[in-house]
Each structure stands twice: as C-alpha cells, then as structure tokens.
C-alpha cells in the first residue's frame, strides 16, 4: 500500500482485507485512533476513566450506541471493518482476532476512538527526527509499566507506554514537537531507563515489536492508548471489541487539527 493514500483509499483497502497490517506510517498526515466498543451500560465510566486519564486515553470521539460510522473523524467509514485486526473479548478473556467485526455487533455499542502516538510520528520525522519503528517496517514497542492508572467504577489499569529510541542530541527536540499534540498523547511521561517504568528488558514488549536502540540513543516512553484496552479487560465486560496494538483506525482529521498552535 501507498503510505501516502488517503485515509479513505486506506479504509476501503482494509475492508477488502487486503491489509492486516500495523498501520504505523500510513497516512502520515492523518490522525490515528486506538478503538473500544462495549455495552452502552459501562460507557458512561469508561468515560470517566479516560478523563481521569486523559494522558493515555485522550478522546477524539464517541460515537451514540449502535452508530458504526465515525461522523466527526471519518464521515463514510464503518468502524465494524476499517481497523485492520480487531481483539474480540469475552469476560476479559481473548476469544478470537479477526479482520472484521460486524457479526458481533448490536444496537448497545457505544464505540470510543482514542488518540494515538502513530499520530506525532510524522511530525517527528519533518524535524529530522528518525522513527525507528517505522525505518524498520516493525510496530512500535509497547510496555505495561509499574504507573497505576487513576480508576473509576470497574475500570482500572497500569499505565502502558510507547518506546522510541531519539538520538541523544535530539530529545529535547522530542519533547517540543510531541508537546504539541496533546490529544495524542503529547509529551513523553518518561526519558531513559525504562526500570524506572519496572521494565525490565526493553527488547521484550508487552505489545508490538522490539526495535534496534543504537549507541548514542535513548528510550524515549509516551503514554499509550493500549492503557483503555486493560483497563476494560479490568471490568470483564461481557462483549469488548478492541483493535488489536498497532492495528489503529485510520481518520480523516488532520494531525494538525489536534495540535496546539
């Protein structure tokens, strides 16, 4: 696929199943989401658990129950087939991965799109900045850390994070342009060792792929929206449908419409 596609052309690819890729690089200029559907009965702390939380799980959308199409961030797509991969749940336990989720759906889905780092990534790259997850062709890395989560109702979570490895000289230049994209994840929450974090092994994620950290680099952590897919697992929910990591819904917002000016 043309990394430089619309994100309508890159949808329409997915729903054809011909793409089950993580979706870092694609539509660079574009927002990516990180997905949750489950029962109207829970949205309302879930909700709340995302802006008790808002480093992790910022909100680009949600969407009424029974609504399948992202009416503010992608008129004309369908949320049931447009992600790549979908997780689907069952009592917090993993029941099957599939490319397409319209055979579990019903009319009490309430669907929250999250925003995502895939979308700074590009802005990291027009600074000269290099992204190695995408220069490698791999997701990116992602850990569960030791960092708890502020709760609410049945939903409760460490918070996970994203790793990138930025050249020593130019982290401070990190922090300043991710800065700027609050409503997808902003700033790093954490610069250096990653024991501080309680990871262990930065060459094992919890989620995604390990990527090469070169001499005269360092990890780099951003909160990750991974954080709302554990955080319902938490609650056990009867039905939950999540993208898989690194499998993200693909909008038609502008990164810089996210961005603080």
């Not at 369908?78 to 579990?104: F, M, N, S």
């Not at 954490?190 to 930065?202: K, M, P, S």
């Not at 005269?216 to 938490?234: I, M, N």
Request: aromatic letters at 8%; glycine letters at 6%; a negative charge.
């Amino acid at each position: 696929m043309n990394p430089d596609s619309t994100p309508r052309e890159i949808r329409e690819t997915i729903r054809r199943g011909r793409w089950a890729r993580p979706t870092s690089g694609l539509a660079p200029a574009f927002a990516q989401a990180n997905l949750v559907i489950l029962d109207r009965s829970l949205a309302f702390e879930l909700l709340l658990f995302c802006v008790r939380n808002p480093k992790p799980c910022p909100i680009l959308e949600i969407m009424e129950p029974g609504v399948w199409e992202p009416r503010i961030t992608a008129p004309g797509a369908d949320i049931r087939t447009d992600v790549p991969l979908y997780r689907v749940w069952k009592q917090g336990e993993l029941l099957a991965e599939t490319p397409d989720i319209t055979a579990h759906w019903n009319d009490n889905l309430v669907t929250f799109l999250l925003g995502c780092s895939f979308s700074f990534e590009s802005a990291l790259m027009a600074a000269g900045i290099p992204v190695r997850n995408i220069e490698e062709g791999r997701n990116v890395s992602m850990y569960t850390t030791n960092r708890p989560c502020i709760p609410a109702g049945p939903f409760s979570a460490p918070l996970v994070v994203s790793m990138r490895p930025i050249p020593d000289d130019q982290v401070v230049r990190a922090v300043q342009v991710t800065s700027r994209y609050a409503s997808v994840h902003g700033a790093p929450v954490h610069i250096g060792d990653g024991t501080a974090l309680g990871i262990r092994d930065l060459g094992r994620p919890d989620f995604g792929d390990p990527v090469t950290i070169r001499d005269g680099e360092t990890p780099v952590f951003w909160a990750c929206g991974v954080t709302s897919s554990l955080a319902v697992l938490s609650a056990r929910p009867d039905l939950c449908l999540t993208h898989s990591p690194g499998h993200m819904f693909i909008t038609d917002s502008p990164n810089e419409s996210w961005a603080v000016i």
